[in-house]
């Protein structure tokens, strides 16, 4: 079994199929300000051994002061470690007055001198500037490759590259692993996305990931493409259906909803969409599950209001509330963190209100189809029954969702919508689709009162007069 160096951050590991393997040498590119020197320090001190030390060497483009001016920032540093398992040295000034056969001596010698397990190059581009022979620093890069090769040393060579010059650098030709890191501006933010280029002699996770700089160093968030990453073997505590919390609807549902299956629940603003959804949540906890409701729309006091206002407790055991702005939200960032709330409280029932504000923080739609396909997945796989609300612009005499692109990823689909009754208004749904069920397809009316949504229960067969939350 090959050896891995850890980086720090299980995702990244897990993209790297394990970690980098031990010894390698690994090219960490990307523009300034993309992260490689705060990366680089991670997997410092996550492998720092005072038997077997990690060396930092600073060149040309920044001095070590500033390089370690900035440390103490860093939740990952330990101070303590610092020239007994982390170990700094400037190789500036030996480049400087002695050319790159002065800083090939001095690598060479102090990787023999104290073992050390990773030796990181911040920046190994910066050396070119050391000759103006570029055949003369290709071969540097060789002869270092082959000592550290020989000692079995694993090597982190940072390099102010973008993509594009990638392919014709002399480093990336040696390098056995090339992680690329990319900033891009996104309007008015800032998206960050890490790419495995190539890793010799394993497997890797393709395409770009997404990644954040904090003060606890670099976390990455693998590409959301799979439904999952167990066997698919689908393991729900129960195979009867599970109720809505509306009677009327679980009629039209054809029984209520299978144990996993997703809900897109789509409507004009102010047609019942969240109360709907905490229809959902609150009813879980009558059956003993628990449920999580997480909203982009509203704020803990407009939430708060919402629920005593249909005589639910907000503060209920059985619901975890999560308030979030889509404008504070990396998607891939808030997968992860939703990923762990459910498994923390074993949440049988999820809601999100809305997908609208959460396709907002993902502009590529393919990319967001790709998410929406692993979420709903991997809540299936677990036996998690979703819903999905989902703001639609039509007021009146909306029939289908085709052109969101998004219906077909789900099992069951609710229009909800408003119907002109002479002078008044009424709201109504529609069951648009029930996947594994034969569903009643009525458009039938509906109001919402203090006792939630109750239905009318004389539009169409089957529909029963018991509307109100039990």
Request: hydrophobic share 40%; net charge negative.
């Amino acid at each position: 079994m090959k050896q891995r160096l850890a980086s720090g951050c299980d995702r990244l590991d897990t993209i790297l199929g394990g970690g980098l393997i031990d010894p390698s040498i690994t090219l960490l590119a990307g523009a300034p300000g993309s992260g490689k020197t705060v990366l680089a320090q991670q997997y410092a001190f996550a492998n720092a051994d005072p038997a077997r030390p990690v060396v930092y060497f600073s060149t040309l483009t920044e001095p070590l002061s500033k390089i370690t001016q900035f440390l103490d920032g860093l939740t990952f540093c330990a101070p303590e470690r610092i020239g007994t398992s982390v170990l700094f040295e400037d190789l500036g000034d030996v480049v400087t007055s002695g050319g790159l056969n002065a800083g090939l001596a001095r690598i060479t010698e102090i990787a023999t001198r104290t073992r050390c397990a990773l030796l990181v190059v911040d920046s190994i581009k910066a050396l070119r500037y050391a000759t103006p022979d570029q055949a003369a620093y290709t071969r540097f890069l060789y002869e270092l490759a082959g000592r550290l090769s020989a000692l079995a040393t694993s090597t982190l060579w940072l390099a102010e590259y973008d993509t594009a010059e990638l392919a014709t650098s002399a480093e990336f030709t040696i390098a056995d692993t090339t992680i690329a890191l990319s900033t891009q501006a996104s309007g008015q933010r800032t998206n960050r996305a890490l790419q495995v280029l190539k890793l010799r002699g394993s497997g890797f996770r393709p395409g770009w990931h997404a990644y954040r700089i904090s003060q606890d160093g670099l976390d990455a968030f693998p590409r959301l493409s799979d439904s999952s990453d167990g066997d698919g073997t689908a393991d729900p505590a129960s195979l009867a259906r599970v109720s809505s919390g509306i009677a009327g609807l679980d009629s039209l549902l054809g029984g209520g909803f299978w144990p996993g299956s997703s809900t897109i629940v789509a409507g004009p603003p102010g047609s019942g969409k969240t109360v709907m959804g905490l229809h959902f949540a609150f009813h879980g906890t009558e059956l003993g599950q628990h449920s999580t409701f997480t909203t982009l729309q509203e704020s803990p006091l407009q939430l708060n209001r919402a629920i005593h206002s249909l005589g639910w407790e907000p503060r209920s055991r059985g619901v975890t509330l999560r308030c979030e702005s889509p404008n504070d939200i990396y998607i891939d960032e808030w997968f992860y963190d939703l990923l762990a709330s459910l498994n923390a409280s074993q949440t049988r029932r999820l809601v999100i209100d809305s997908l609208t504000d959460l396709a907002a923080a993902c502009e590529d739609e393919r990319r967001f189809s790709e998410f929406l396909h692993s979420l709903l997945g991997r809540c299936s796989q677990v036996g998690i029954s979703t819903m999905l609300t989902l703001e639609i612009p039509d007021l009146y005499g909306r029939e289908g969702l085709s052109d969101t692109g998004i219906s077909h990823l789900s099992d069951n689909v609710i229009l909800l919508q408003y119907q002109r009754a002479s002078a008044r208004v009424d709201r109504a749904l529609t069951v648009l689709k029930t996947r594994a069920s034969a569903n009643r397809p009525y458009t039938t009316t509906f109001e919402i009162t203090g006792n939630g949504i109750v239905m009318d229960d004389s539009a169409g067969p089957d529909v029963t007069a018991a509307g109100r939350r039990r």
